[in-house]
């Protein structure tokens, strides 16, 4: 049984820092193209950042130069560093495992990130 388990996340103040987590069980995870996504309410989800299996990463425009995507794959675990956050960084945020070649993907439970004074 697939499982992508997140934490991190909370309550930080603008111009803070936050590191959120996805520990993948279930998969071969080095073979996955990871990516975190992230919903804010009344709002669409949106693709945050990708790394690939070779440590390729790409980020949307809102987030470069601030959040860092790694990936751990003998911990079978990816990470997004977040820094400088603003108050629309606010929403809840979900990692995401995809196989394409196969069109296998997975999704973590989500994880609330609130940025507010």
């Known amino acids: 049984q697939v499982h992508l388990v997140q934490s991190g996340g909370g309550l930080v103040q603008p111009g803070g820092s936050l590191r959120l987590s996805c520990a993948a069980s279930?998969?071969?995870?080095?073979?996955?193209?990871m990516y975190w996504y992230r919903q804010a309410p009344g709002k669409q989800r949106e693709l945050v950042a990708l790394?690939?299996?070779?440590?390729?990463?790409n980020y949307a425009d809102f987030v470069k130069g601030r959040f860092t995507i790694s990936r751990d794959n003998a911990k079978n675990t990816v990470y997004l560093q977040m820094n400088s956050l603003k108050s629309e960084d606010t929403a809840r945020y979900y990692c995401?495992?995809?196989?394409?070649?196969?069109?296998?993907?997975?999704w973590g439970q989500g994880t609330q990130v609130t940025v507010s004074s």
């Open positions: 995401n495992a995809l196989l394409a070649l196969v069109a296998r993907e997975y």
């Open positions: 790394i690939t299996t070779t440590g390729s990463t």
């Open positions: 279930g998969i071969f995870f080095s073979t996955y193209t």
